[in-house]
């Protein structure tokens, strides 16, 4: 059976997509945000259906009237992990115009920012393997835009000879792999901020780029801790 929201869940607020370096407190779904906290603690296969309808204030029956089951809630959160990342690396993208330099800092600043900020939603990625192949490959057709608008950004930049990479694909999963690690070391307590983590990895992306043009000093970000 495939996993599904039988309700509607409402998108993480996002805000004015223009201004894609403020990152309002995530808003969720009593159940989605229980269950978050849940998995966060304990992983997705240390969490129950009980557990969660326990944090929620429900019984199980009630729970299931929402999501079909404990799979479709994890699709869920992470659907809108993804949608929420793709949407801010497109307005990132927008706001440096028709320079690729400017275009790569941009959505590398939003991605880390996001990785950051949001490091419990980004970290729920390395609870895929959980998913069915049909729920996976959901999950992975969201997430592919992400890539696929990094490698366009990569090959404009080494065609206007801007970037010296030998290998657009590569770099990019590079790229984008440096940035998913993130959730793995980042806690909000320690000493870096989101904007000097966001600052550093923009720093490391020009220079595996190759970049022969440095971009414009990030501003500082407006957001409120999630």
């Given at each position: 059976m495939v996993s599904s929201s039988k309700g509607a869940t409402p998108p993480i607020e996002v805000g004015n997509a223009a201004d894609w370096r403020r990152l309002e407190p995530t808003k969720l779904t009593?159940?989605?945000?229980?269950?978050?906290?849940?998995?966060?603690?304990?992983?997705?296969?240390?969490?129950?259906?009980r557990d969660i309808a326990r944090r929620v204030g429900v019984t199980v029956p009630a729970l299931y009237y929402h999501h079909e089951n404990k799979e479709a809630v994890l699709l869920a959160l992470l659907e809108?992990?993804?949608?929420?990342?793709l949407e801010r690396a497109h307005a990132a993208s927008a706001d440096g115009g028709d320079d690729p330099v400017q275009r790569l800092a941009n959505v590398i600043e939003a991605i880390v920012l996001r990785m950051t900020m949001r490091s419990r939603l980004a970290a729920l990625e390395s609870e895929v393997r959980y998913l069915s192949p049909e729920?996976?490959?959901?999950?992975?057709?969201?997430?592919?835009?992400?890539e696929e608008l990094v490698l366009e950004i990569v090959k404009e930049g080494k065609k206007r000879e801007l970037f010296?990479?030998?290998?657009?694909?590569?770099t990019t999963r590079a790229l984008l792999g440096m940035c998913q690690s993130i959730p793995r070391w980042y806690h909000a307590?320690?000493?870096l901020t989101p904007d000097a983590v966001a600052r550093?990895?923009?720093?490391?992306a020009m220079k595996t780029v190759g970049s022969t043009e440095l971009p414009v000093k990030?501003?500082?970000?407006?957001?409120?801790d999630v």
């Open positions: 009593p159940i989605l945000s229980a269950s978050l906290d849940a998995f966060y603690e304990h992983g997705f296969h240390g969490t129950s259906v809108l992990s993804t949608s929420d990342v729920n996976r490959q959901r999950y992975r057709i969201v997430r592919k835009g992400v010296d990479v030998a290998d657009a694909a590569e307590e320690g000493k550093k990895y923009v720093e490391i990030p501003k500082k970000r407006r957001t409120a």
